[in-house]
């Protein structure tokens, strides 16, 4: 047993020593999140360093400790961060360094009486929710005071003083260097959603070719797709952080040119849509297997005809990881619109298939199937971006841009409205130019900061 337990903590230590050095390898060879913590990390420390060296080497303040204290925890993930837990941490050491020195002034300078008298108080204080996380300094300050044991109003002053300066210089080292910009998990996210749904219909299409899958499978399979709910939360809690990243952030000015800024939210409800349309679909061919099936099953012909028109929905949620990745992109629109042109012929052969069924037990199953395919494909083909070889081809950026419309000679809309209001004697209502360089992203896409990470 003892042999076992060495062998198992042997063998712990080694997974989590090979995780820290994929972790650093990592950071040293990609921009990712392992380098931004270690960016972060380092300037904590630098910040540190620098309050301690302004109070403590330079200034001789008595407690030069309060400044590389507080400069270290106001490095946080965002500016915005940085500045909130700065207005909090000074409050709530303001308020544990006048409540000390009222103790140590009421108990003669008794360090346990003060200490009776203030940590209940500010420890509870510490717990109000307007105060997050910094709370807990409010009874660390006061302890501060009271075993330094000076109370006075002056050296209070200097608590103060200390506290200030580095609040300051770590507010100033977040926000001035390399200030931290969440780009990267949109994209993550988003990527992560048109890549495990190609791979669930990949599985299920596989599945459904053969005869031999069971209850156990569409279980699988069903449960895959519930799982891409956390997918959507965890978009949902990155386009946060990188609304909240961009708030009192001078790095979309000061910064390099960096990743393009994520798709608009109008991608989100997409992805929303489709995978509770895949978890229809699943959810309906769980009904339909094992022996306590609910429904009843549709012919084998039609699944594995089904299964061809999933592999295509598949290659569609593919492509536009692709597109999203910006992985080419004249590649991955031309898979794109050949499955969407497949997608469509395949559907409109079960279609016209499921009219001639005669079996109404089996065309409730495949009729609620072909719906939920039919909604899925729409959410794919709707979003999707149709013109992305040209795009690429004339060197544009890409976005979910539409096509301009066409008037009746095949000319642009406007410029052929143009010509039947000079042939009818009707006054022409002037065209105002498009502005230059103007993206050919969607009405909706936010503006990209021209800096932004």
């Known amino acids: 047993m003892a042999e076992a337990r060495g062998t198992a903590g042997w063998r712990w230590l080694w997974w989590e020593l090979t995780a820290v050095g994929r972790t650093v390898r990592d950071a040293v060879r990609q921009s990712g999140p392992e380098r931004d913590t270690v960016v972060q990390s380092l300037k ?33 993930a965002t500016v915005y961060r940085s500045l909130r837990s700065g207005l909090q941490q000074l409050v709530v050491i303001v308020l544990g360094a006048l409540l000390a020195s009222a103790a140590m002034a009421v108990t003669d300078g008794s360090k346990l009486g003060a200490m009776l008298i203030v940590l209940p108080v500010m420890t509870l204080v510490g717990t109000h929710r307007r105060l997050g996380a910094q709370g807990i300094y409010g009874a660390t300050t006061a302890l501060f005071v009271i075993t330094y044991g000076a109370y006075s109003l002056t050296e209070v002053r200097h608590r103060l003083v200390e506290t200030m300066i580095g609040a300051a210089i770590g507010i100033a080292v977040n926000a001035l260097v390399l200030p931290p910009v969440h780009l990267r998990n949109v994209h993550d996210q988003l990527r992560r959603l048109p890549r495990e749904s190609a791979e669930l219909l990949q599985t299920m299409a596989e599945g459904l070719r053969g005869e031999e899958w069971s209850a156990t499978d569409a279980a699988g399979w069903h449960d895959r797709a519930r799982r891409l709910s956390q997918v959507l939360r965890a978009l949902a809690s990155a386009r946060e952080w990188n609304a909240e990243s961009s708030r009192f952030n001078p790095g979309f000015r000061l910064r390099r040119t960096g990743p393009p800024p994520p798709p608009p939210e109008k991608a989100d409800a997409v992805w929303e849509r489709a995978a509770a349309h895949l978890a229809a679909i699943t959810r309906t061919l769980a009904g339909t297997a094992g022996e306590k099936a609910r429904l009843t099953a549709p012919g084998v012909a039609f699944l594995r005809r089904y299964a061809d028109l999933a592999d295509e929905a598949a290659t569609l949620c593919q492509a536009e990881a692709d597109l999203i990745a910006d992985s080419e992109r004249a590649e991955a629109g031309e898979r794109y619109r050949k499955a969407r042109e497949r997608a469509q012929e395949l559907y409109d052969g079960l279609a016209d298939d499921f009219r001639e069924q005669r079996d109404p037990p089996a065309a409730a199953a495949s009729g609620e199937l072909l719906v939920e395919m039919k909604q899925l494909l729409h959410e794919l083909t709707e979003f999707a971006e149709p013109d992305a070889p040209e795009r690429a081809a004339a060197g544009k950026p890409g976005g979910q841009g539409r096509p301009m419309r066409q008037g009746r000679e095949g000319k642009p809309m406007r410029q052929d409205r143009q010509d039947r209001q000079n042939r009818q004697g009707k006054p022409v209502k002037p065209v105002k130019p498009r502005l230059q360089g103007r993206s050919a992203g969607p009405a909706d896409a936010p503006a990209r900061p021209p800096d932004a990470r």
């Open 44 to 76: 904590a420390a630098g910040a540190a360093v620098m309050a301690w060296a302004l109070t403590g080497w330079w200034l001789n303040a008595p407690l030069a400790l309060m400044a590389p204290w507080t400069a270290l925890a106001l490095v946080d």
